[in-house]
């Protein structure tokens, strides 16, 4: 369960469908952190009730597996249902997929420095 919080954490969403017109204001940034922050409550407390069922019923040698299977298949139906895009990203990536942008980078960086001091 502790793995799954820095997971969730650290994730990017963009809004999909129709590119904006040049008329239409720039979203509130406050706006898009509460929006942010709904999406990754849903998406924690999905992935948390069946892992939580998953260990009840088999216990860790059980869990891995379903991390490593059918989280990324439950966060990508959660991403469709919020219109967003919800991927892993770290600063010491074993799959290229997972490397932060330049942008997560300086975020997550910044993280790392927040925890540290």
Not at 12 to 36: F, I, L, M, N, Y
Not at 97 to 105: D, H, I, L, S, Y
Request: hydrophobic fraction near 45%; charge should be neutral.
């Amino acid at each position: 369960m502790a793995l799954l919080l820095p997971l969730l954490a650290f994730f990017a969403c963009r809004e999909t469908g129709e590119p904006s017109s040049p008329a239409k204001a720039p979203p509130d940034a406050a706006a898009w952190v509460e929006k942010g922050k709904g999406i990754q409550q849903a998406v924690f407390a999905a992935l948390s009730e069946k892992l939580s069922t998953t260990m009840a019923e088999g216990g860790v040698p059980a869990a891995v597996p379903y991390c490593r299977l059918q989280a990324l298949p439950l966060t990508d139906s959660l991403a469709n249902v919020h219109g967003v895009t919800i991927r892993r990203a770290t600063l010491q990536s074993r799959q290229p997929a997972n490397r932060a942008t330049e942008t997560e980078t300086e975020i997550l960086a910044g993280f790392r420095r927040e925890i540290l001091a």
